[in-house]
């Protein structure tokens, strides 16, 4: 079934909609291994299970790899400083981080360890500082060093700060090339990548999940509650809900799963400002962070691999995503100009020469969060079958940033846990 392709067998079936929800009345297949989402953790959770030896299949409603979080981030290869000791996202985050590294350097990925400032822009801000450090340091991040002000200017002559903490092991990377490699792998060792295929429910069998498959273009007028009969129907024996922006809401579509155990999903937007090309040179050359802020870690100086700059992401909370939009990944991604005007005051905290009218509008990204406005910070949920009791399903919920890091040591984690 893999080798002819879900979209082959879709095309082959005839389209029945708007038939009662249990009377899934469509082709049926078997598959071994089935991965909902082809961003950064969806393949690199691929090629893990790919390397041993598992027949995979992966399916995007994208017409292509990575077109949603995953390529609309900051790129940033993170060191573990700023989550809870023994959390999923400091374990995944720090191993991640060695595991990137290895990779990159390994297969030719362009990236760079270029360190990470994370500045007190005032004396309130040093004992979250102090903390910060501390926590760096029980997750197992090497090299963290508290700077004062004039160690941290002479790094970075146009920085302004009262302390800084160093990450040197802090890097950024080319996203699109590192899924590109992996995706690569993965295909060579025979995992099958199915596009413009979305998956829209599923129902359980003796006790494992079947899933609902639809091409793309059949979900362009459904209205999102409308029952509606797959094009497809899989049987696999392991499924990863690495879905993203999708997961709650087709975790919600699972006929049989307790709907109990689905955390509830909340989006932001982020948008990135950079920096007119009126700025010759650019003013940093390591990552600039400011304390971290709710619902992010603040609006950040980011450099690409061409030293170009970009300033962000802010924090915008989105609220009323219908599935449709989830499922498609129908999100405004537009960035107002007007934002700006929140912009030029956080960043003149720490880059106080920052001129009038340099920032031009950049591009935006939705984080998929398990914690709304006013809500602590959670981690990552990863769900087995002995909390929701289906045999073989993983979902991944809430896997906003560190998950670029942490990418393959969720692909590691997942890959054990499934095969034992």
């Known amino acids: ?60 409603s994208a017409p292509t790899f990575g077109t949603a979080t995953s390529s609309r981030n900051s790129e940033v290869i993170h060191a573990g400083i700023y989550y809870p000791s023994n959390s999923l996202k400091a374990r995944f985050c720090v191993r991640g981080r060695n595991l990137l590294y290895q990779y990159c350097s390994q297969h030719g990925i362009p990236h760079k360890q270029i360190g990470k400032l994370i500045v007190a822009t005032g004396a309130s801000d040093i004992p979250k500082l102090n903390h910060l450090l501390n926590r760096g340091i029980q997750n197992g991040v090497e090299g963290l060093r508290m700077l004062d002000a004039s160690e941290a200017i002479t790094m970075e002559p146009e920085l302004q700060c009262v302390k800084a903490l160093l990450s040197p092991s802090s890097g950024i990377v080319d996203t699109h090339s590192l899924m590109l490699s992996l995706v690569a792998e993965a295909e060579t060792k025979g995992t099958t990548f199915s596009y413009n295929t979305t998956v829209v429910g599923g129902h359980l069998e003796e006790n494992q999940m079947a899933l609902h498959v639809s091409e793309s273009k059949s979900l362009g007028n459904w209205d999102g509650s409308t029952p ?56 940093f050359k390591h990552l600039i962070y400011p304390i971290p802020e709710e619902g992010g870690l603040g609006v950040h100086v980011t450099l690409d691999l061409d030293g170009q700059l970009k300033f962000g992401p802010d924090v915008e909370w989105i609220r ?52 709304g406005p006013g809500q602590s910070a959670c981690d990552f949920v990863i769900q087995e079958g002995e909390i929701h009791g289906v045999t073989g399903l993983v979902n991944l919920f809430g896997i906003e940033s560190p998950g670029l890091t942490s990418s393959m040591a969720i692909a590691e984690y997942v890959a054990a846990r499934l095969l034992g």
């Open 1 to 60: 079934m893999l080798r002819q392709g879900v979209g082959r067998l879709i095309s082959k079936s005839k389209r029945r909609i708007n038939l009662p929800a249990k009377s899934w009345n469509a082709p049926k297949e078997k598959a071994e291994c089935v991965v909902i989402g082809a961003g950064i953790v969806g393949v690199a959770v691929a090629r893990e299970l790919s390397l041993k030896g598992k027949e995979v299949l992966v399916l995007d």
């Open 228 to 283: 509606l009969q797959p094009d497809l129907i899989l049987s696999p024996k392991f499924v990863v809900n690495s879905s993203g922006l999708s997961a709650s809401a087709l975790a919600k579509r699972f006929h049989g799963l307790n709907t109990a155990t689905i955390p509830p999903a909340y989006y932001a937007r982020g948008s990135y400002f950079t920096l007119s090309n009126s700025t010759r040179l650019a003013p």
């Open 320 to 371: 009323h995503i219908d599935d449709t939009s989830s499922f498609l990944n129908r999100f405004n991604y537009s960035v107002s100009a007007d934002r700006v005007e929140r912009f030029y005051p956080e960043i003149r905290k720490y880059y106080p020469n920052l001129k009038d009218g340099s920032l031009l509008p950049g591009y935006a990204g939705i984080r998929p969060k398990l914690s």
